[in-house]
């Protein structure tokens, strides 16, 4: 498996598996978990980001990496690879989707909920382990499978 080469997602992982372990007071704790949640999601969306400016544009192109690698929107990207355009392009990608609505849904609650949200440690692990399986399950995908998700994250369509 072809690590993506984007060492922000790597670092974001590692920092959110440290966040999830955190000792602490409970409410310390609490904390830590909450933001090793929003941290894996993080990670998973930057990995898109970097799929599609290395896709689309390549670094070698560093000054037009960066509009392609801001233009990934969070709720444009569950929704599009939600839809059968996804499917299309491999089960993989559908796995990647659902990995990426479950771990967008658990970021919402993790920064948006009220104090008494209830966080577990092993509910919190369980949420970074998949936003490190679903970077593997990214950086599996081969050249046009990339260049596929890539367009099917930025591209509009547009209905007559």
Known sequence: ???????????MLELADELARARGTPN???AAM???????YYAVF???CFVCASALVGWSQSEN???IYRSVEHGFAKKRLASRDAVSIGVEVVQIGASFTALQDRRHSADYASPGL???PSATIETVELARQTVAAVEALDERQR????????ARQRHS
């Open 1 to 11: 498996m072809a690590r993506l080469g984007n060492p922000l997602v790597y670092n």
């Open 28 to 30: 310390h704790r609490k």
């Open 34 to 40: 909450r933001r090793a949640v929003s941290t894996a």
């Open 46 to 48: 930057h990995a898109l």
């Open 65 to 67: 990496v960066d509009p």
């Open 118 to 120: 209830p966080v577990s």
């Open 147 to 154: 260049l596929r998700l890539a367009i099917l994250l930025i």
